[in-house]
């Protein structure tokens, strides 16, 4: 019954900029954290960036100061500015959902490719 569901993904040149909006529905209650991660071809995922239901944020070193992450807690919704790309930022983008007492959720994934 819970969906997560990414969009604003799309190919963009270096120094461009991409908004990514992620919202959840459904079946899911009291959510807590949400947050962005990322994986490349032959990469692990990785931690993007998080922000708790209060609005504390937490980074990867390699985002600062490039990407804002930010939420709206009426609409069940987090969002993601990508400004300054690099192409090692190409990636498929996955949110994820956690709620303390239903658990976590993951959405598809919404590919960027940023080209040189």
């Known amino acids: 019954q819970v969906q997560v569901v990414e969009s604003g993904g799309g190919l963009v040149q270096a120094g461009g900029s991409l908004r990514l909006s992620c919202a959840a529905s459904?079946?899911?209650?009291?959510?807590?954290?949400m947050g962005w991660y990322r994986q490349a071809p032959g990469n692990q995922r990785e931690l993007v960036a998080t922000?708790?239901?209060?609005?504390?944020?937490n980074y990867a070193d390699s985002v600062k100061g490039r990407f804002t992450i930010s939420r709206d807690n009426a609409k069940n919704t987090v969002y993601l500015q990508m400004n300054s790309l690099k192409p090692e930022d190409t990636a498929v983008y996955y949110c994820?959902?956690?709620?303390?007492?239903?658990?976590?959720?993951w959405g598809r994934g919404t590919q960027v490719t940023v080209s040189s």
């Open positions: 994820a959902v956690r709620s303390v007492i239903t658990g976590d959720y």
């Open positions: 459904g079946s899911i209650f009291s959510i807590n954290d």
């Open positions: 922000i708790t239901r209060g609005g504390r944020t």
